[in-house]
């Protein structure tokens, strides 16, 4: 961010996409920032057309090309905690790019501890029996005591650790550049990645896609694994080798994964993920749209950046996060 900001109007101009939940945000925003324009739009071909008016972009997969009309950016601010897609479009220089912070962790925890909680349970099993009319008891696992990798502990790595010591488990992180962190027994950089895999019990997946993390987890990072080990990934869909995953559950060099997101998606009907008897598929919800922490974030950094303030989430782009 350059150390002079072209000064915000008093009456932004603030073009709004999402294809998801959109119609939720209109009410909120107008609420929220009265003194502004907004510039809601409902296609990619609405976005290219309304981009060159816009001072602030505000959205969830807006169309990359859409940037290269941009003529008065001030800021770009993301409804999601990833913002790799974004990454790859044309951003105008200078303009701060910012991710949403502070707005999908506990959601995300949940979802991880609920996912956990459900392998240890056997409810997949449960479910089956019973649809089986079966009576066919069984010990259940427990989290108490078990190791839970985190590969990525930002904010919403450090609340998935923080609810998984609440139940006993121990947690260790992965980081890019490891050292010390609060509430994690060890740390590892990238480096030791396969030190940080070989005696988990359970590997959580939070990490940023940039070029460091694309195929992180592959093969040999899966022949790491014990195999009683479970995946689950909930931060970006290629950090994870699709095709190194599919060989490594074939071969028993994991017990199972739980993905929440993928390299393509919709996730395609024929990809075989979906008829594995080892994994869990659910459609890209666990960090799903919160419209009204999302605005209160746009709101904030507006002001941060009238003050002349540090913005909340400002991307540093050569690291992709």
Known sequence: MPTRMPSLPRHPRILVYTPVEGDRYPPLL????????FLFCRSPAEVLRKMPEADVVFGYKVPAEAFAAARRLRLIQAMSAGVDGLLRSPLPAGVPLCRAVGVFEERMAEYALA???????????VLARQAEGRWFPFLPQYLHGRLLGIAGYGAIGRMVGRRARALGMRVWALRRAGGRVTGAERTFGLKELETF????????????????TRALIGRRALRAMRRSAWLMNIGRGPVVDEAALLHALDRGWIAGAVLDVFAEEPLPPEHPFWRH????ITPHIAGAAFPEREVALLVENLRRLRAG????GLVRRTRGY
């Open 309 to 312: 303030r540090p913005l909340k």
């Open 197 to 212: 895999l070989k005696p988990l019990d359970f590997l959580v997946v939070v990490l940023p896609l940039t070029p460091l």
């Open 115 to 125: 996912y956990l909680l459900a392998i240890s349970q056997g409810v997949r099993q």
């Open 277 to 280: 008897p080892k994994v869990i």
């Open 30 to 37: 107008r609420r929220a920032l009265p003194e502004a324009r």
